[in-house]
Structures are given as C-alpha cells and as structure tokens.
C-alpha cells in the first residue's frame, strides 16, 4: 500500500534539532482511524514547532493536511488525528517540539504488518524508525489504532490479534532495527456503530511487559456515535472526535 506523499509547495524543515531533551517523535500506525480519512475539514498546527516526518523522503515539514506517510482517503474524510497529537504534546508542556511520523493504511488488518506476511507493511514500521534515525532522532513512542477491519469484514479470532501485535512488535525489537520505544496499542474495533469484543480481547492480550507493549487508547469506548465523536457513518472520526482522540492519546502515552 501507499502513503500520501505529493509534497510540492511545501517547505523542507531543518533537520538540525534543538534541545534533544524536549523533542518528542511518535510513529503513529494502524489503520484509516490513524490516516488522513475523518474529519469534514483539514487541520493545521497552531504550534509551528509541531510537525510531520515523511517516510518517503526522510524530509521534516510543517503541520498540516493531509499529512505525510500515510493513507489518503478524502472522500471518506480529509483529516488526520496526526497533527493534532503533535499540538498536544506542545499545548501540555510535554515537548518544545513534536514530530509524528504517519504510517497508516486504511482497511489493513493486523496480519498484514506482521514481518513474515506475504506483501507485508511492515517495512514501512522499520523504514519510519531509520529514517527518525537519520536525523538523528529516536522513536519515543509508537501509537497504533487498528482492529476495524478485524472486526467486519475478517471476523479474525483474539488468539490471531494477539498473535499478529506480537509478532510485529517482536520484529520492531530484533535486530538489526532494536527499537525499544513503546508501543502503545489502542482498543480500535468500531464499524458502523457496533464493535468486537473479540477483538478487543486479542488487542488487551497483546499486553506484553518484556516486548514493552502498552495498552492504548479506548477509542471504542470514548468515541462514541452518540458523542458526536464520529462521523455519519459510524465508524471514522468527526473532527470533534480527532481532537478528543489525539487529547487521550497524548494523557495515556505522557502523562
């Protein structure tokens, strides 16, 4: 699959960090929930120290829609909760800069991203974290939301989720790539209003202390339909939903 990557009139940043200790970088993957497909308008940072790390070019840019990286769906939705994390971290005093590099793909399950998968994703995980690397930065946290396509059309088993999170966190951790940023991993189940508790019971069993997986943000529950929190059709993100989100998101990973 492939990421959005027109980046003609954008400005590259400079690559040269200041104060390493206040900037933040989060890789955020998963599925259309993590990619520019919710929201009825785009979103632009109001920190101008808040931006995007692009996989494809390895080059830093401002923040704004549609991000960099990853999936670009627009007539689903032109938004990304991407940018607004990067805000967060910024607006809570959590970093002095935040840079996110988007990595998702709608409609992928979590099969697809696991390392041994026939046409896998996962060289775009591996290719995020060397491409940080090359501008001298490290990876402080992974934040994936995915389970939607889990749920319907695949009906997979919570023994599979399990299995797969696993898998492509285990590979995260191998060598040669021996990244050790956590990976937060978010209770994502909900389409058309309705989600899988069998899902959502493969994604809390992930959980793993030695392969430092974390659970994430409980989309599910706090992104209702009812709330506003989605769109009309229950299941992406409204821009008050992207907001709420990317809030939770940043309070769980750094508290």
């Known amino acids: 699959g492939f990421g959005y990557y027109q980046t003609r009139g954008l400005t590259q940043l400079s690559s040269v ?5 206040t900037t933040k970088t989060i890789i955020i993957g998963g599925q259309s ?6 929201g009825t308008a785009t979103y632009t940072t109001v920190n101008s120290a808040a931006n995007q790390l692009s996989i494809y070019d390895g080059g830093i840019y401002a923040g704004s829609d549609p991000v960099q990286g990853c999936g670009y769906s627009p007539a689903t939705g032109v938004s990304s909760i991407c940018m607004r994390v990067a805000d967060s971290m910024i607006d809570r005093g959590k970093a002095t800069r935040c840079i996110v590099v988007p990595i998702a793909l709608a409609g992928t399950p979590y099969a697809a991203w696991t390392p041994t998968a026939a046409g896998t994703l996962f060289g775009r995980i591996t290719t995020a974290i060397l491409r940080c690397r090359a501008r001298g930065l490290e990876p402080d946290a992974i934040m994936w939301g995915e389970g939607e396509t889990d749920n319907t059309p695949l009906g997979t088993s919570a ?17 040669p790539i021996s990244c050790t940023a956590p990976f937060y991993v978010g209770l994502y189940t909900m389409v058309n ?9 493969g994604i809390s069993n992930s959980v793993n202390a030695p ?3 974390v659970l994430g943000y409980d989309a599910d529950t706090n992104l209702t339909v009812a709330g506003g929190f989605r769109m009309p059709d229950g299941s992406h993100l409204s821009n ?6 990317a809030t939770g998101w940043t309070t769980l990973m750094f508290p």
């Open 17 to 21: 960090i200041a104060a390493p200790a």
């Open 240 to 245: 008050t939903g992207l907001a709420t989100g």
């Open 211 to 213: 392969l430092n997986i």
């Open 159 to 175: 023994a599979s989720v399990t299995a797969s999170i696993q898998a492509i966190v285990g590979g995260i951790r191998a060598a």
């Open 193 to 201: 209003g309705s989600t899988s508790a069998t899902v959502r019971t």
């Open 33 to 38: 929930l993590m990619a520019t497909s919710n």
